[in-house]
Structures are given as structure tokens and as C-alpha cells.
Nanobody
């Protein structure tokens, strides 16, 4: 059975940092593209970024470039989202997702991901 479980969310002040983790099980993690998405109240789900399976090359949505970093640990079936210089507009539920391709083709296309976690809340507020 496939599981994706996010952790690490919380309340942080503007300018602060958080590191989200996603623990994966039940599929061949090392062969899957992994993505992070977020959804703020009243807004559509938004792609944050993705990391491919083998070479760990990454891509990011423009508003998070230079602030967010995605990494993965294939030995332990983990993917991470390091978020720095957080802004109030980063407030959302963050979810990790997995798609069964080693390369992240059309990385921002949510229907391309087969498995999803439940999400973790990130709130950026003073």
C-alpha cells in the first residue's frame, strides 16, 4: 500500500525558514519523480517544484526560486522541501506527490502524479 506522509509544517514568522519532509513507502521511490504542491484557502492547488529520480535535478515555480530547495534521499525514501525567506503568501497546505516516471515531464501538471500525501499546514504570519 502506498503512503506519502508529510511533516514539518507549522507557524513561522515572515523571513523565517521551515523544512518539510515527506516519507514514502509502498512503491519504488528511487524510480519516481517527486513533486511538492500547495493549496491556500480559496485558491487552486499550485505546483511548487519537482525533483527527478536519478540525477535529482530540480525545477521550481517562479515565486519560490532562490528561496525553496527540494532534495531527496533515495536510500531512505524521503523527499524534502527547504523553505527560506518565507512570506505570508506562502501560507498553504503543502503536499508531496509521486509520479511513475524518472524524469519530471510536465512537472507542474498535477494529474500526472499518481500518489499524494495528505499535506501539512504552513502558516507564515507575525
Amino acid at each position: 500500500q502506498v503512503h506519502l506522509v508529510e511533516s514539518g509544517g507549522g507557524l513561522v514568522q515572515p523571513g523565517g525558514s521551515l523544512r518539510l519532509s515527506c516519507a514514502a513507502s509502498g512503491f519504488s521511490f528511487a524510480r519516481f519523480c517527486m513533486g511538492w504542491f500547495r493549496q491556500a484557502p480559496g485558491k487552486e492547488r499550485e505546483w511548487v517544484g519537482s525533483i527527478n529520480a536519478i540525477y535529482a535535478s530540480t525545477s521550481y515555480e517562479d515565486s519560490v526560486k532562490g528561496r525553496f530547495t527540494i532534495s531527496r534521499d533515495n536510500a531512505n525514501n524521503m523527499v524534502y522541501l527547504q523553505m527560506n525567506s518565507l512570506r505570508p503568501e506562502d501560507t498553504a497546505v503543502y503536499s508531496c506527490a509521486a509520479r511513475s516516471t524518472e524524469e519530471c515531464y510536465y512537472a507542474d501538471h498535477a494529474p500526472g502524479y499518481q500518489y499524494w500525501g495528505q499535506g501539512t499546514q504552513v502558516t507564515v504570519s507575525s
